[in-house]
Every structure is written in structure tokens, then in C-alpha cells.
């Protein structure tokens, strides 16, 4: 079992930043990989970011250059620093853990650019 809370999230002004935080508990030691997913009013969530084995890392094309994620070294907290923020990344985002079996999911913070 894992258990994910984000945090961070908020209001900001276009062109401005946030940083999200995620707690990760549990036997987080099976984890293979952490993401952020956002979902969008009327539209599917969508992979943001993630982070891998040996720390590699994988972008959305959408926010390659503006986003960038990272974890702590014992792997329990895992961030999104977001910069550069669009209206269009207004969203719900998720942080997840993929395991081999199952992936867990956080409850969701809400972001929101105001343009």
C-alpha cells in the first residue's frame, strides 16, 4: 500500500510559478516510478511528467522547458516546479506511484492560471 497527498497548488497570474509537493508513505520502496498527471475540465487526464529508475525523466511535450520534476533522495517526496504558467495548464494534477502490479494515485490540488 501507498498512500500520495499533493499540496501547492493555487491561484497565479499567467507567466507566473508554483511548486507542487507530493508526500509519498507506504512500502514506497517497490515504487519504480513517480508522475504528475493533470486533467482539465471536459478533457482526459494527461501525463505531465515523470521521474524513473535512475532518477530519468520524461516531459509533455507541452510543458518540456517550463516544468521540470524531482524527487527527494530517500524517494518519499516528489515535486513539480512549474514556471512560465499558461492558462491552459489549468487542471487538477495528480501525483501517482506506478508499481508492478498497481499504480496508486493522490487526491488531486487544484491549479488555476488566470490569464
Known amino acids: 500500500q501507498v498512500q500520495l497527498v499533493e499540496s501547492g497548488g493555487g491561484l497565479v497570474p499567467a507567466g507566473g510559478s508554483l511548486r507542487l509537493s507530493c508526500a509519498v508513505s507506504?512500502?514506497?520502496?517497490?515504487?519504480?516510478?513517480l508522475s504528475w498527471h493533470r486533467q482539465a475540465p471536459g478533457k482526459q487526464r494527461e501525463l505531465v511528467a515523470s521521474?524513473?529508475?535512475?532518477?530519468?525523466?520524461n516531459y509533455a511535450d507541452s510543458v518540456k522547458g517550463r516544468f521540470t520534476i524531482s524527487r527527494d533522495s530517500a524517494g518519499s517526496m516528489v515535486y513539480l516546479q512549474m514556471n512560465h504558467l499558461k492558462p491552459e495548464d489549468t487542471a487538477v494534477y495528480y501525483c501517482?506511484?506506478?508499481?508492478?502490479?498497481?499504480?496508486?494515485w493522490g487526491q488531486g490540488t487544484q491549479v488555476t492560471v488566470s490569464s
Open positions: 507506504g512500502d514506497f520502496s517497490r515504487i519504480y516510478s
Open positions: 521521474i524513473g529508475i535512475g532518477d530519468r525523466t
Open positions: 501517482s506511484a506506478e508499481m508492478t502490479l498497481k499504480d496508486y
